[in-house]
């Protein structure tokens, strides 16, 4: 059993930055590859990003490639989403996600979810 706790989102400016992370807990988080998707208000949750459990290979969705950049600490349990260059169109429900592989995540179909942490960019 994996725990998913976000923390970090909020409003921000246009063009401005936040740090999402995901602290997992559970005895083998750091087994586990993780990822984030999100959530605007009428529309369905789409894949963000994702990452392998040693942070050796990544994925995003090309509506983010170049602006947002996953990573993960396995000493903290905790992987990150730094979103850069923000839009009103990332306005959304951020969560994390976690599976032991990428794939799953990357198909939508992970094992673990969190609550989810709001971002709301302004314009």
């Known amino acids: 059993q994996v725990q998913l706790v976000e923390s970090g989102g909020g409003l921000v400016q246009a063009g401005g930055s936040l740090r999402l992370s995901c602290a997992a807990s559970?005895?083998?988080?750091?087994?586990?590859?993780m990822g984030w998707f999100r959530q605007a208000p009428g529309k369905e949750r789409e894949f963000v990003a994702a990452?392998?459990?040693?942070?050796?290979?990544?994925n995003y969705a090309d509506s983010v490639k170049g602006r947002f950049t996953i990573s993960r600490d396995n000493a903290k349990n905790t992987a990150y989403l730094q979103v850069n260059s923000l839009k009103p169109e990332d306005t959304a429900v951020y969560y994390c996600?976690?599976?032991?592989?990428?794939?799953?995540?990357?198909?939508?179909?992970?094992?673990?979810w969190g609550r989810g942490t709001q971002v709301t960019v302004s314009s």
């Open positions: 990452i392998t459990w040693n942070g050796k290979i990544t």
């Open positions: 996600a976690a599976a032991l592989q990428i794939a799953k995540i990357s198909m939508g179909t992970p094992s673990y």
């Open positions: 559970g005895r083998t988080a750091s087994t586990y590859g």
